[in-house]
């Protein structure tokens, strides 16, 4: 059983910044490439940042420059710093990993629960 487990989302003017992570835990052999997405209410789930095993990263056009996701290895820990955040940012964040499982080797891609992030005066 794998597990991917994010905080840090919460309430935040615009302007300000907020720090999410993800932690993945389980029968894990390898995690190649994790990801953030969102998903506004109305609107359908779009991809936020995503960055491979060796760090090579790509970025939505509308995070580029405020955004960067980063991840460590050996915690299995992926992790999105998100700066001068607007409300069109608003929006339920959720992680998600391609993951090698030690049990048959079966590679699965997995979702965490979702953290709420939302920017407001």
């Known amino acids: 059983q794998v597990q991917l487990v994010e905080s840090g989302g919460g309430l935040v003017q615009p302007g300000g910044s907020l720090r999410l992570s993800c932690a993945a835990s389980?029968?894990?052999?390898?995690?190649?490439?994790m990801g953030w997405y969102r998903q506004a209410p109305g609107k359908q789930r779009e991809l936020v940042a995503s960055?491979?095993?060796?760090?090579?990263?790509n970025y939505a056009d509308s995070v580029k420059g405020r955004f960067t996701i980063s991840r460590h290895n050996a915690n299995n820990t992926v992790y999105l710093q998100m700066n001068n955040l607007k409300p069109e940012d608003t929006a339920v964040y959720y992680c998600n990993a391609d993951i090698m499982e030690r049990a048959g080797f079966r590679l699965r891609n997995y979702w965490g629960q979702g953290t709420q992030v939302t920017v407001s005066s």
């Open positions: 389980g029968r894990i052999l390898t995690i190649y490439t």
């Open positions: 960055i491979t095993r060796d760090d090579s990263t």
